[in-house]
């Protein structure tokens, strides 16, 4: 029967036998169908299965085709419900059992009930982690100007295919794994239309490092940033350019304009910012019409199961059904998360850094540039006025250190910054001119917040004693898991210094040690940290090296991240700009004649832009 052709064969038991018959015996007893989901040559098919039990093991056979009665074993024809047929024809109505997509095979599989088995196999819920671990066969992304790592690229091949078949996935590789550059390639693979741009929506401070990004990785592609005076005022002014940039409480004050396009692509950046699904922000979101849509987060359950429920019914919606429904069959509990893991593992790409170490290089080097925003702008320019006025002689080298300090955090204060070492003579002054948290708090918190929940520890090099307690007033302001905090200044003794790295290492948990790159730059060996922070910049690129050098070392097992947290068109940026000379230089390079000079002008020329 194998050869046979379905066509050519009778669809009731009673005509199979008849066809048959001969040495084929009949069974009695009616089998139980079970509508079975499988995949195959990259699709997902129906299939009429039943199963028997032999020696413990269960034993799937299947029809020859979905308007079949009977199962044939290897010597026997096994009977099926007589309107088994009618049954199949009910639930595959409006769809091609041969090509389902996968809300279509989970919709189906929605449908069991005690008539009619219907269930997805678990072979075709695969997780894709192992697949997209290495770059496929012939891969390439036309106009991407970066070289991949083969994860990267098994991820954009990933991305590429899942959206098109799903129309929206998640992605959710854990923090330094370059979830920004693997959009960008899954961009390049399917250019928008700029009549249809895709859309990205992200956190305020996340905005210039988008920019930066799409201006280096994908030049071709054109760009807009909708904020501010720059606001369109017509959705036909939001087309014309095939990606197009804004925050989410812009997006949720310009709704209508965004309802009003059919977007090609919507990208949520920091997707936790939209996991309530009862917010004003999170339902303006997911009224924006659009074709593919990727929530991006390194965190997607963070309290509940319905965090995830959430980014699913964004990404595909209707995936899960309804609020209401999912609540009732998936409260939180460890059995619920595994079988809810287990239907979504098709469309959410999670991997770790551990999953990825052979491809990874000893270290990986993140620039994230921040914008103050138009209050700290002012505030900032005003601190350059003043500080100019004041010393116009030495008015130069006075500036950047007072600039430095503002970039640090508003509320630093010097006695005199004139004096050596008034970097640790730094005070906390609160002041109603700003709040505790600013962008690049934000920034610094959700790092924090990502490298805890995954049981990471980080070393925050921070060039000012007092952004310790700021940073940790801060974490605990935003909700950051608990973890082991520590301070390694020019006030920590130097019999301490060492006891303190040992208990950070032996801290059975995600810890944090704040640093003074000055005081805790050089002869510390803190391998137990896999992500540092470069909250402040310095001016010497040589102490930053050093003082990244203190996780990224020999006896470090596991690849290292360093975040470089700078304010853009400040001085921050002539910092970080010299920063990056020297790391692709090398360590051992002897920056040009001149540069010094150059970079002090080009410092003291920056305005942040309102």
């Known amino acids: 029967?194998?050869?046979?052709?379905?066509?050519?064969?009778?669809?009731?038991?009673?005509?199979?036998?008849?066809?048959?018959?001969?040495?084929?015996?009949?069974?009695?007893?009616?089998?139980?169908?079970?509508?079975?989901?499988?995949?195959?040559?990259?699709?997902?098919?129906?299939?009429?299965?039943?199963?028997?039990?032999?020696?413990?093991?269960?034993?799937?056979?299947?029809?020859?085709?979905?308007?079949?009665?009977?199962?044939?074993?290897?010597s026997s024809i096994r009977p099926l419900p007589h309107d088994v047929a009618a049954m199949v024809a009910e639930r595959v109505a409006g769809l091609d059992p041969t090509n389902l997509s996968f809300p279509e095979a989970l919709a189906l599989e929605r449908?069991?009930?005690?008539?009619?088995?219907?269930?997805?196999?678990?072979?075709?819920?695969?997780?894709?982690?192992?697949?997209?671990?290495?770059?496929?066969?012939?891969?390439?992304?036309?106009?991407?100007?970066?070289?991949?790592?083969?994860?990267?690229?098994?991820?954009?091949?990933?991305?590429?295919?899942?959206?098109?078949?799903?129309?929206?996935?998640?992605?959710?590789?854990?923090?330094g794994l370059g979830k920004t550059i693997q959009i960008i390639g899954a961009l390049l693979r399917s250019p928008p239309d700029p009549e249809a741009p895709a859309l990205i929506l992200a956190p305020t401070t996340?905005?210039?490092?988008?920019?930066?990004?799409?201006?280096?990785?994908?030049?071709?592609?054109?760009?807009?940033?909708?904020?501010?005076?720059?606001?369109a005022r017509l959705p036909r002014d939001l087309t014309g350019t095939q990606v197009l940039i804004t925050t989410y409480d812009t997006a949720v004050n310009d709704l209508v304009l965004f309802q009003a396009l059919e977007w090609s692509w919507l990208i949520c950046?920091?997707?936790?910012?939209?996991?309530?699904?009862?917010?004003?922000?999170?339902?303006?979101?997911?009224?924006?019409?659009?074709?593919?849509?990727?929530?991006?987060?390194?965190?997607?359950?963070?309290?509940?199961?319905?965090?995830?429920?959430?980014l699913v019914d964004l990404a595909v919606p209707g995936l899960l059904g309804d609020q209401a429904t999912f609540e009732a069959t998936y409260p939180d509990g460890e059995a619920e998360a595994q079988a809810l893991a287990r239907i979504t593992a098709p469309i959410v790409l999670r991997r770790r850094v551990k999953d990825v170490a052979d491809d990874l290089p000893p270290r990986t080097d993140v620039e994230v540039p921040v914008e103050l925003g138009a209050a700290?702008?002012?505030?900032?320019?005003?601190?350059?006025?003043?500080?100019?006025?004041?010393?116009?002689?030495?008015?130069?080298?006075?500036?950047t250190g007072q600039l430095q300090l503002f970039c640090a955090h508003p509320w630093l204060r010097t006695p005199n910054v004139r004096e050596a070492g008034w970097e640790d003579r730094t005070i906390v002054a609160r002041t109603a001119a700003a709040g505790l948290m600013t962008p690049k708090l934000e920034r610094a918190t959700a790092l924090l917040s990502e490298a805890f929940r995954s049981g990471r520890k980080v070393l925050i090099f921070a060039n000012f004693n007092a952004c310790g307690p700021i940073l940790k007033e801060a974490a605990d302001v935003v909700g950051a898991p608990a973890a082991f905090w520590g301070a390694i200044n020019g006030a920590t003794p130097a019999g301490e210094r060492q006891p303190l790295v040992d208990a950070f290492g032996a801290h059975d948990g995600p810890a944090v040690l704040?640093?003074?790159?000055?005081?805790?730059?050089?002869?510390?060996?803190?391998?137990?940290?896999?992500?540092?922070?470069?909250?402040?910049?310095?001016?010497?690129?040589?102490?930053?090296?050093q003082a990244s050098a203190r996780a990224h070392r020999r006896g470090q097992t596991e690849p290292v991240t360093v975040y470089h947290l700078?304010?853009?068109?400040?001085?921050?940026?002539?910092?970080?700009?010299?920063?990056?000379?020297r790391r692709e230089m090398g360590a051992e390079a002897v920056p040009p004649s001149g540069q010094e000079r150059e970079d002090l002008q080009r410092a003291l020329s920056l305005r942040p832009k309102p």
Not at 155 to 166: H, K
Not at 382 to 396: C, K, R
Not at 566 to 581: C, K, Q, S, W
């Open 1 to 74: 029967m194998a050869q046979a052709d379905p066509n050519d064969l009778p669809r009731d038991w009673v005509g199979a036998i008849a066809r048959l018959g001969g040495e084929l015996a009949v069974m009695d007893s009616v089998l139980d169908p079970v509508l079975t989901v499988r995949r195959r040559e990259g699709r997902y098919v129906a299939c009429l299965e039943a199963v028997r039990m032999r020696r413990g093991e269960a034993l799937p056979m299947t029809a020859p085709g979905l308007d079949f009665a009977w199962v044939r074993d290897a």
């Open 111 to 175: 449908t069991s009930d005690e008539r009619l088995t219907v269930k997805i196999a678990p072979d075709a819920l695969a997780d894709p982690t192992a697949e997209t671990l290495a770059s496929p066969e012939g891969f390439s992304v036309p106009g991407l100007q970066a070289t991949l790592y083969p994860y990267q690229a098994g991820g954009v091949a990933w991305i590429s295919d899942t959206v098109r078949e799903a129309g929206g996935i998640i992605l959710a590789d854990e923090m």
């Open 206 to 231: 996340l905005i210039a490092n988008w920019v930066r990004e799409l201006a280096r990785f994908a030049p071709d592609l054109t760009l807009r940033v909708h904020r501010g005076a720059d606001r």
């Open 269 to 310: 950046d920091e997707a936790q910012a939209v996991k309530n699904p009862q917010s004003q922000r999170r339902q303006a979101v997911a009224s924006i019409p659009r074709r593919r849509t990727i929530p991006v987060t390194g965190t997607p359950v963070e309290n509940h199961l319905l965090d995830l429920w959430s």
């Open 376 to 399: 700290l702008a002012a505030q900032y320019d005003a601190v350059l006025d003043e500080t100019l006025e004041l010393y116009p002689t030495a008015g130069g080298l006075v500036a």
């Open 514 to 545: 704040v640093l003074n790159p000055r005081a805790a730059g050089a002869g510390l060996n803190i391998v137990a940290a896999t992500v540092v922070i470069h909250f402040t910049q310095v001016w010497n690129p040589a102490l930053e090296l």
């Open 566 to 581: 700078y304010y853009v068109d400040t001085v921050e940026e002539v910092m970080m700009e010299r920063a990056r000379r």
